[in-house]
DNA sequence: CTTGAAGCTCTAGTTGCTAGAGGGATTAAC
DNA sequence: GTTAATCCCTCTAGCAACTAGAGCTTCAAG
């Protein structure tokens, strides 16, 4: 039986985290020692370094609870936990090509930066003006309002 | 002199959200019509633009407020608003290999799953176990313990 | 037996918005 | 001229996923 502070150096999910997380649930309320401490298992812990390690993956928490859902249920088909890591998988592919098209875009704002004074700077000049923009990144595109997910890239 | 709504629509940022930069100072205060409601001129609208494309490669409103005001003194060296820009850069650039290291993890994941049951599920079995990863992502490297930047990748 | 670290609960803050309640203003149609 | 629809106002609260701090108790080492 370990304290939270071991259980966190071990699993290396900080202390209030791990209170957090039993707090909405997604970890077992610990048991506790007559001092009212938290002490947990290995079970816990193995939850908890399931839970760091999907975090790691990009994971939310919601997705998380599924996942330990099923995982709970080893005789179901594994379809949903695949479903689940596909879509993860296309929203970091959808969120690396986003960035890349970031990336381009700084790119050429500091590159035309002639290190002269902010009323000729092309950082932002670009800013302001949206037309001098190579491609249309977020804007005007298809959707011309972003969504959260887009937003989340950040 | 546009309405919120107006204004809304032709930028692109949400009613609430002009109303959001206007409480915490990013944009200044509207004028008001007689019956109290807010009127925008083309300076505001130019503003909210530049804060608009900002938002769009990824700044912070920290970073946007930055950048309006080294603006506001076109006589300064630009310097300031190149190293804003070159950081952003770095963090985008950061946030690409990071996201590509997790792409490569869940596409194993995913193409490893035979379909069986939750019992023999790659995705679960990967997550649970973090020594069947490939490479080391973000456990367990030069720290252990990972910063906000890193947990901002989602 | 004392001291200092670690633990406890609770509240509030972070970022960048978004949603809703409960009202007033404006505008277009009739 | 009025009425209905749509806008706009302020204010508070909520989202994810934690983080920080106050003010207290418990534990382990010396």
Redesign the interface.
Known sequence: MQSIGKLSETV?V?VPTIRYYEQIGLLPAAERSAGNQRLYGSQTR?RL??I???????F?LDAIRE?LS??D???????A??N???R??LD??R??AR??A??D???R??IQ?????????R??E???N?ALCAHE???AGAD???NDAD????
């Open positions: 290396g900080k193995e370094a399931f760091r390690h999907a975090r790691d993956l990009g939310t996942l099923l995982s249920r080893p005789d179901l088909p594994c379809a936990a695949d689940i890591a596909r993860q998988l970091v592919k969120r690396i960035l890349q970031l990336q875009e700084l790119e704002m500091v930066c002639g290190h002269g004074t902010i009323s000729d700077c950082v932002i670009t800013l302001g949206h990144h977020a804007l011309a309002h972003q937003r989340a890239v950040t």
